[in-house]
């Protein structure tokens, strides 16, 4: 395993956990909602992260290194996994980054969420031209 994919062993803490206990308590009820929003979200980026981690090192390079199926076959069945990892974990830094600048309770978050987005278009369109592939042969 990667060594920067080490964190993902464990769950990470909430952001409650984190955040100053004075901080906690100026927060309104609205805002204390937004911030479980987006402790939800980095807590799902993170769980991808490992899902895609795992999906490669258990079956993708297994695969790959048996000689099992071949190139095509590999990347109709996990289409740019290496850059969807890539992405995710990415995605996931700047979530973290997020946090740790902001001392865990999370100012603004729109630039990063729109930078992730506009990114994932291409990968879609990727996924549906697969899709199409694998019902074109069955």
């Given at each position: 395993?990667?060594?920067?994919?080490?964190?993902?062993?464990?769950?990470?803490?909430?952001?409650?956990?984190?955040?100053?206990?004075?901080?906690l308590s100026s927060?309104?009820?609205?805002?204390?909602?937004?911030?479980?929003?987006?402790?939800?979200?980095?807590?799902?980026?993170?769980?991808?992260?490992?899902?895609?981690?795992?999906?490669?090192?258990?079956?993708?390079?297994?695969?790959?290194?048996?000689?099992?199926?071949?190139?095509?076959?590999?990347?109709?069945?996990?289409?740019?996994?290496?850059?969807?990892?890539?992405?995710?974990?990415?995605?996931?830094?700047?979530?973290?980054?997020?946090?740790?600048?902001?001392?865990?309770?999370?100012?603004?978050?729109?630039?990063?969420?729109?930078?992730?987005?506009?990114?994932?278009?291409?990968?879609?369109?990727?996924?549906?031209?697969?899709?199409?592939?694998?019902?074109?042969?069955?």
């Open positions: 395993m990667e060594p920067r994919l080490l964190e993902f062993e464990h769950d990470p803490p909430n952001w409650r956990e984190l955040a100053p206990p004075e901080a927060l309104s009820k609205k805002e204390t909602k937004r911030q479980e929003v987006i402790n939800e979200l980095f807590a799902t980026e993170h769980a991808h992260v490992r899902m895609l981690s795992v999906l490669q090192m258990i079956f993708s390079k297994p695969l790959e290194r048996e000689g099992l199926l071949a190139s095509p076959e590999l990347a109709a069945i996990f289409p740019n996994l290496d850059e969807i990892i890539e992405m995710h974990y990415n995605f996931y830094e700047n979530l973290k980054k997020l946090r740790l600048d902001d001392n865990f309770i999370v100012k603004s978050i729109s630039t990063t969420v729109l930078n992730r987005v506009s990114h994932h278009s291409l990968y879609i369109v990727q996924f549906l031209f697969s899709l199409s592939m694998c019902a074109a042969s069955g």
